[in-house]
T-cell receptor, first 111, second 117 residues
Framework: GQNIDQPTEMTATEGAIVQINCTYQ??????LFWYQQHAGEAPTFLSY????GLEEKGRFSSFLSRSKGYSYLLLKELQMKDSASYLC????????????FGSGTRLLVRP | DTGVSQNPRHKITKRGQNVTFRCDPI?????LYWYRQTLGQGPEFLTY????????KSRLLSDRFSAERPKGSFSTLEIQRTEQGDSAMYLC???????????????FGPGTRLTVT
């Protein structure tokens, strides 16, 4: 079966750091993605991990542990515009490369 | 390139009617995916195309759903005899797979929000 778990909601303060966790149990694994989605808009790509470790890109970092089926997205120096849903997705192992998404974490950044 | 585009952005229809959505992928992207997203959930895979060939369909895609990608360019998703349970956001994504320049990233369009009354 396919199961991807994320917290439903998180709240953080502008300027702070927040970590959004994602655990997965999937029949195959070919990479893990994080997308950001503002209400009513398309998901936009944030990060991709296929090997264990930390990938850093500006204010955003993503970590992967394949043995633990675990990833997190770290957002630093939070800005009000970071209020959005954050989607964790596992890419299927077969040739389709389709994405299997979690339900998303709705992040609210407060002043 | 302006990215993935979808039309219409919103569609309200009565139960039992047929609807068709269009997706224009990023040019030269050979893969095109359709996903469905309901409120508070992540997108769920429906089907995908490699060029003009439809290679996989999810069990979510009942016989009332059909998708095409003639000539490997734009794609259409048709829902026949719509039901209230079909109300959702239908997202299209494209990517380039294979050979030099292969992308691991799927680029999403803004989606078509369907409301069935």
């Amino acid at each position: 079966g396919q199961n991807i778990d994320q917290p439903t909601e998180m709240t953080a303060t502008e300027g702070a750091i927040v970590q959004i966790n994602c655990t997965y149990q999937t029949s195959g694994f070919n990479g893990l993605f994080w997308y950001q989605q503002h209400a009513g808009e398309a998901p936009t790509f944030l990060s991709y991990n296929v090997l264990d470790g930390l990938e850093e890109k500006g204010r955003f970092s993503s970590f992967l542990s394949r043995s633990k089926g675990y990833s997190y997205l770290l957002l630093k120096e939070l800005q009000m515009k970071d209020s959005a849903s954050y989607l964790c997705a596992v890419r299927d192992w077969d040739s389709s490369y389709k994405l299997i998404f979690g339900s998303g974490t709705r992040l609210l950044v407060r002043p | 390139d302006t990215g993935v585009s979808q039309n219409p952005r919103h569609k309200i229809t009565k139960r039992g009617q047929n609807v068709t959505f269009r997706c224009d992928p990023i040019s030269e992207h050979n893969r095109l995916y359709w996903y469905r997203q309901t409120l508070g959930q992540g997108p769920e895979f429906l089907t995908y195309f490699q060029n003009e060939a439809q290679l996989e369909k999810s069990r979510l895609l009942s016989d009332r759903f059909s998708a095409e990608r003639p000539k490997g360019s734009f794609s259409t998703l048709e829902i026949q005899r719509t039901e209230q349970g079909d109300s959702a956001m239908y997202l299209c994504a494209s990517s380039y797979q294979g050979g030099a320049g292969s992308s691991y990233e799927q680029y999403f369009g803004p989606g078509t929000r369907l409301t069935v009354t």
